[in-house]
């Protein structure tokens, strides 16, 4: 695979890294996380046992986390995009985009034959991003009726 060369496939020696990472976009839009040593160790033990995939920009800007589940519509697996990253003050430099050429080369490299991701409805900068790369938005369109995201802690 050929990325983007401010973009990198992460290791689990990256877990301290990304979980600063991924602490610091949290605070930013939610506040509600775990400190980064805590996301540090899961991560640590997710990327060793491959239960996620983290795209990396280097210098701590930024990064593009996905997994992968199995589906019953294919024998090939789905991709998620669970998170996109990129620091604020270096947004609009592109990195946004080349985070998420990575992941869809990298889901389909590992065999998947959709990718799939959800963002605010007013996050119009991500949209665009994502609509650019060929996603479409099937809330509302001509598809179907529009779909809304829930989830509840437990």
Same mark, same amino acid.
């Given at each position: 695979?050929?990325?983007? =060369?401010?973009? $990198?496939? #992460?290791?689990?020696?990256?877990?301290?890294?990304? #979980? $600063? &990472?991924?602490?610091?976009?949290?605070?930013?839009?939610?506040?509600?996380?775990?400190?980064?040593? %805590?996301?540090?160790?899961?991560?640590?033990?997710?990327?060793?046992?491959?239960?996620?995939?983290?795209?990396? *920009?280097?210098?701590?800007?930024?990064? #593009?986390? &996905?997994?992968?589940? %199995?589906?019953?519509?294919?024998? +090939? =697996?789905?991709?998620?995009?669970?998170?996109?990253? @990129? @620091? =604020?003050?270096?947004?609009?430099?592109?990195?946004?985009? *080349?985070?998420?050429?990575?992941? @869809?080369?990298? +889901?389909?490299?590992?065999?998947?034959?959709?990718?799939? &991701?959800?963002?605010?409805?007013?996050?119009?900068?991500?949209?665009?991003? /994502?609509?650019?790369?060929?996603?479409?938005?099937?809330?509302?369109? =001509?598809?179907?009726?529009?779909?809304? /995201?829930?989830? $509840?802690?437990?």
């Amino acid at each position: 695979m050929a990325f983007d =060369p401010r973009v $990198r496939l #992460a290791t689990s020696d990256d877990a301290a890294e990304i #979980a $600063r &990472l991924m602490h610091r976009f949290d605070t930013e839009y939610y506040s509600d996380i775990d400190e980064p040593e %805590k996301l540090e160790r899961r991560y640590r033990e997710q990327l060793e046992a491959g239960d996620v995939t983290v795209i990396l *920009a280097d210098e701590q800007l930024g990064f #593009a986390q &996905l997994r992968f589940r %199995k589906q019953v519509y294919s024998d +090939a =697996p789905a991709a998620y995009v669970e998170e996109l990253y @990129v @620091v =604020p003050d270096r947004r609009g430099e592109g990195l946004g985009r *080349a985070l998420m050429e990575a992941a @869809v080369e990298t +889901a389909r490299a590992d065999g998947a034959d959709v990718i799939d &991701l959800g963002t605010a409805t007013d996050d119009t900068a991500a949209r665009g991003l /994502y609509e650019s790369l060929g996603f479409t938005n099937r809330e509302g369109g =001509p598809d179907g009726p529009s779909m809304l /995201y829930y989830e $509840r802690d437990l």
